[in-house]
């Protein structure tokens, strides 16, 4: 059983403050993601990694940056929090899809999300 | 560029009732989809995917390549299908690009 856990449920930060987000996978998966999830908006990529130290940015990288100095983790950053920060962020693991086989070789695995509000 | 567009943000539907969430897609090449389902209070889970031809919880999805779209199915739908609905389409094995979510709503 996949299992993707993130650091907190929920979390309060002032603007300005730096901002940690964790995500842990137990699945030895090489490929990771960061989405955030917004009404309206569905899920949207701010970053991905293929692998460790390796990183891709999203569809809105703007005012996060990533760090993965370990396979299984992934962390998001805000450098200095702000108000239209707030939103749910979602963590997602994938193994190495060019591998092929099995029925979840290219499925996501999403952890329980991070309800941030930035005040 | 990849595109996943879902028409609806809300469906009602009575308990019993058929009901079909739409969503079409813009690619180039050959597209792998699926669905995602959220719950209340859950995390976000995988439904179905378009390679599986599966049937899921009752639902299904055709792929239909011709009209660049992948709508899921289900002919009587139950209060706990309420939920979030996200289709998706896997961008060359890379990251996955989702629709805004349709929200179903099942009325009993």
């Known amino acids: 059983d996949v299992k993707v856990t993130q650091s907190s449920r929920y979390l309060v930060k002032r603007t300005g403050e730096k901002v940690f987000l964790e995500c842990v996978q137990d699945?030895?998966?090489?490929?990771m993601f960061w989405y955030r999830q917004d009404p309206g908006l569905g899920l949207r990529l701010i970053y991905f990694?293929?692998?460790?130290?390796?990183?891709e940015k999203g569809d809105i990288p703007e005012g996060y940056s990533v760090s993965r100095e370990k396979k299984e983790r992934f962390s998001l950053i805000l450098e200095s929090a702000s108000t239209n920060q707030t939103s749910m962020y979602l963590c997602?693991?994938?193994?190495?899809?060019?591998?092929?086989?099995?029925?979840?070789?290219?499925?996501?695995?999403f952890g329980p999300g991070t309800r941030l509000t930035v005040l | 560029a990849q595109r996943v567009t879902q028409p609806e943000k809300l469906l009602s539907v009575f308990k019993g009732a058929p009901v079909e969430l739409k969503c079409n897609y813009s690619y180039s090449g050959s597209p792998e989809l699926f669905w995602y389902v959220q719950y209340s209070r859950q995390r976000l889970q995988l439904l179905l995917r378009?390679?599986s031809r599966e049937s899921i919880k009752g639902f299904t999805a055709d792929l239909n390549k011709g009209e660049t779209s992948f709508h899921l199915k289900k002919p009587f739908a139950q209060e706990e299908d309420s939920a979030m609905y996200y289709c998706?389409?896997?961008?060359?094995?890379?990251?996955?690009?989702f629709g805004p979510g349709t929200r179903l709503s099942v009325l009993p």
């Open positions: 998706a389409l896997d961008n060359y094995g890379q990251n996955f690009v």
């Open positions: 378009h390679i």
């Open positions: 699945m030895d998966h090489e490929n």
């Open positions: 997602a693991s994938r193994g190495d899809t060019s591998l092929g086989g099995g029925p979840s070789y290219n499925e996501q695995f």
């Open positions: 990694s293929y692998d460790v130290k390796m990183k």
